[in-house]
């Protein structure tokens, strides 16, 4: 088992409706010591591909972004979610539909920070059914730039969402691919592939 799947183990709550909560170390309280190792292990997982920026989305995913670009030493860019406004011509937009409030957000990045020679590592915290990382994607093709490889923190492998993005061919890495979970025993298991 890794630090991640040990420390999803200890202190993880897993509540009814596929939700994991892991707002004591990852997505509220921050435990900066674990985006470490965690930054740790996504450079030796993309080691020896060329990665020049860093790309998350608003906003738990930022946090673990910027401590992980610590190691690739690169700028960390995050889609801002954000209302119908009229942005067209400055901005590239995505819809994407949230897992965890079931709504759907409009999310942009202005086209001053993507040129199409990038080589993006796209990095989040969850990895659910797959819609933040497919609004990311398709952000980083509008701008012409290229997806390096996707770094999520947990992905639940019993949603689809890592299927469909590597069945696309990009190289995804989860730290932690929880095979199963139960609200009411509290269980969580792992699995080590990415698709099973
Ligand atoms: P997806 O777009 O892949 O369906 O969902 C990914 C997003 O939903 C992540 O950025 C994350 O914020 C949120 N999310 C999905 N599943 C969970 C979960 O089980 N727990 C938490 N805390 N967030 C989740």
Do not use: W
Request: overall charge negative.
């Amino acid at each position: 088992m890794n630090f991640l799947e040990e420390r999803i183990l200890k202190d993880g709550i897993v509540k009814e409706g596929n939700v994991l909560k892991v707002d004591s170390f990852l997505n509220h309280q921050m435990d900066i010591d674990l985006f470490n190792e965690m930054g740790r292990e996504f450079k030796r997982r993309f080691e020896g591909i060329p990665i020049n920026k860093i790309m998350t989305i608003e906003s738990s995913g930022i946090g673990i972004a910027c401590i992980v670009a610590q190691h690739f030493n690169v700028p960390v860019v995050f889609a801002k979610k954000s209302k119908s406004i009229n942005i067209e011509g400055e901005m590239y937009v995505a819809e994407v539909e949230s897992f965890t409030h079931k709504c759907k957000n409009q999310v942009i990045v202005s086209k001053k920070f993507i040129n199409p020679e990038d080589k993006i590592l796209i990095i989040d915290d969850f990895l659910a059914n797959g819609c933040a990382l497919q609004g990311l994607i398709s952000i980083v093709n509008d701008a012409g730039a290229s997806v390096a490889g996707i770094g999520i923190a947990i992905e639940k492998g019993f949603q689809d969402g890592g299927k469909i993005i590597r069945n696309l061919g990009y190289k995804l890495e989860s730290l932690a691919i929880v095979k199963s979970m139960d609200s009411e025993k509290g269980t969580i298991e792992f699995t080590n592939r990415g698709e099973y």
